[in-house]
């Protein structure tokens, strides 16, 4: 059938509907709990890509978002080539399974050649992608059970100089933007004044817009999240503040970073962006972001790998 016959033909059927009102309870009400129910059984994926120099506070940030330890090996300044290497943990919170991977970029901007630096990542973003590109080509395709690794969002870490980004920053972001979820995040923003943050914020979203890069929107088509997801998107890109140390405030321990002259909170909002960042990552968006990843990023690799699968069989 020709591309018009197909919706001539599906209009048709939608002018053939009838609502029909039922007469008593029938059951079908309880689909949305069916899908909750399968969904809590199967268990959640999420894969978190950092980016950042070595140093930076990537593993601290980790361990404050998700509170835990991932006993995390700190890396070398040394390393010849920059390596993606990743680590999966299984948590749970109530009932709610979650199969995490974090993945480190080992050795990223400590080389001299900074082009090796993005392209150990688009390769690796690019292999997770065809991996299940793969899996979903066989005959006997076990997507169910798979382990998907696709990444679903890459936290990018800004180093706190107050002089806007690298160009190391501008070209790794944008080689990244069409593969993935990306939120740049201002590392140790303790490290920067108060005033000198705004302003740094404000160079930074400069510089993506003025050089094309497009990062991840929370967003606000939801209308149970378009309040905050609209709120949160003008603080971007947050400041961050991560740490393993914890201090009593009250009667509470909280992560905080002591020094001579007084203690930064992690999740005091006056300190910085860091309650911001896990309301957005974790408790309002990470569905948002695992399905951009597969219809958005994902569909448009698949799409260009499947054209060149076809350009090679007509040859
Ligand atoms: P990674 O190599 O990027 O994983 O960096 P780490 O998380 O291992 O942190 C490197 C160092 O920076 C450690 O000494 C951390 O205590 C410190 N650090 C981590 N987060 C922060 C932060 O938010 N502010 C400050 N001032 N130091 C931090």
Known sequence: MAG????????????????????????FDSLPDQLVNKSVQNGFIFNILCIGETGIGKSTLMDSLFNTS?????????????????H??????SNVRLKLTIVDTVGYGDQINKEESYKAVVDYIDAQFESYLQEELKIKRSLGT???????????????????????????????????????????????????LQK??????AELQNNGVSIYEFPTDDET??????????????????????????????????????????ENENHCDFV????MLIRTNMEDMRE??????YELYRKRRLEQVRMLCIL
């Open 88 to 93: 999966t943990y299984e948590l749970q919170e």
């Open 225 to 266: 999240v378009t309040e905050v997801n609209t709120s949160m998107n003008s603080h971007t890109p947050f400041a961050v503040v991560g740490s393993t140390e914890f201090v009593r405030v009250g009667n509470k321990m909280m992560r905080s970073r002591q020094y001579p002259w007084g203690t930064v909170q992690v």
């Open 292 to 297: 951009k990843t597969h219809a958005r990023h």
């Open 146 to 196: 798979y382990h998907d690794t696709r990444i679903h969002v890459c936290l990018y870490f800004i180093c706190p100089t107050g002089h806007g980004l690298k160009s190391l920053d501008l070209v790794c972001m944008k080689q990244l933007d069409k593969k993935v979820n990306i939120i740049p995040i201002i590392a140790k923003a303790d490290t920067v004044s108060k005033n000198e």
């Open 70 to 86: 991932f006993e995390s090996q700190p890396s070398p300044h040394n390393l010849p080539t920059v390596k993606l290497k990743a």
């Open 4 to 27: 018009g016959d197909i919706e001539k033909a599906k209009a048709n059927n939608e002018s053939n509907i009838r609502n029909l009102k039922l007469s008593g309870h029938v059951g």
């Open 200 to 205: 740094f914020k404000s160079k930074i979203m």
């Open 276 to 279: 911001k960042l896990r309301e």
